[in-house]
T-cell receptor
Framework: GENVEQHPSTLSVQEGDSAVIKCTYSDSASNYFPWYKQELGKGPQLIIDIRSNVGEKKDQRIAVTLNKTAKHFSLHITETQPEDSAVYFCAALGPTAGNKLTFGGGTRVLVKP | NAGVTQTPKFRVLKTGQSMTLLCAQDMNHEYMYWYRQDPGMGLRLIHYSVGEGTTAKGEVPDGYNVSRLKKQNFLLGLESAAPSQTSVYFC???????????FGDGTRLSIL
């Protein structure tokens, strides 16, 4: 089955700096890669996603890049703000029964003012 | 605009007790999922359903059962709770394979 690895597990950045989180996946047939943000006491919320026919996608301060050949994708947050502090999860979806997402282990991001 | 609603939000059980967690979605989604989230281990899929009346095993199904009698509801049951099942449980749903997955806010379950 699919295996998703996420690095780093924790990330501390100064407000205004950029943050980058990287994920690798194992199944070359995976074709959809969402990123979720989880705040304390809440469920994960989708912040951006990318499909395998696209190499990059941006939404204001966040962007995701996908390298299908290397089987890795990354989340980039620019001009970080204290409200960006949360746990971020990457995931991969393959063409399997039930369209099941496989999640990375999460990255705890702390933005220091 | 409820989305995915999980009840209860918190529960404490004794070992051996049984209980049912309820997930309800008002978005007419076909697919529904139950995950557990443990520290440092991300989200692991317990069971899922691809439509009313269907269920299937995920990554960690042992000790749990599920039912999807109505399209909008997905129930997760613990027949005989064990301390290893202490976790935060999340339900999620999606309309089809091309749509994002939406999560509820979780049920925090402690088993003593």
């Amino acid at each position: 089955g699919e295996n998703v690895e996420q690095h780093p597990s924790t990330l501390s950045v100064q407000e205004g700096d950029s943050a980058v989180i990287k994920c690798t996946y194992s199944d070359s047939a995976s074709n959809y890669f969402p990123w979720y943000k989880q705040e304390l006491g809440k469920g994960p919320q989708l912040i951006i996603d990318i499909r395998s026919n696209v190499g990059e996608k941006k939404d204001q301060r966040i962007a995701v890049t996908l390298n299908k050949t290397a089987k890795h994708f990354s989340l980039h947050i620019t001009e970080t703000q204290p409200e960006d502090s949360a746990v971020y999860f990457c995931a991969a979806l393959g063409p399997t029964a039930g369209n099941k997402l496989t999640f990375g282990g999460g990255t705890r991001v702390l933005v220091k003012p | 605009n409820a989305g995915v609603t999980q009840t209860p939000k918190f529960r404490v059980l004794k070992t051996g007790q049984s209980m049912t967690l309820l997930c309800a979605q008002d978005m007419n989604h076909e697919y529904m999922y139950w995950y557990r989230q443990d520290p440092g281990m991300g989200l692991r899929l317990i069971h899922y359903s691809v439509g009313e009346g269907t269920t299937a095993k995920g990554e960690v199904p042992d000790g749990y059962n599920v039912s999807r009698l109505k399209k909008q509801n997905f129930l997760l049951g613990l027949e005989s709770a064990a301390p290893s099942q202490t976790s935060v449980y999340f339900c999620a749903s999606r309309w089809n394979s091309n749509q994002p997955q939406h999560f509820g806010d979780g049920t925090r379950l402690s088993i003593l």
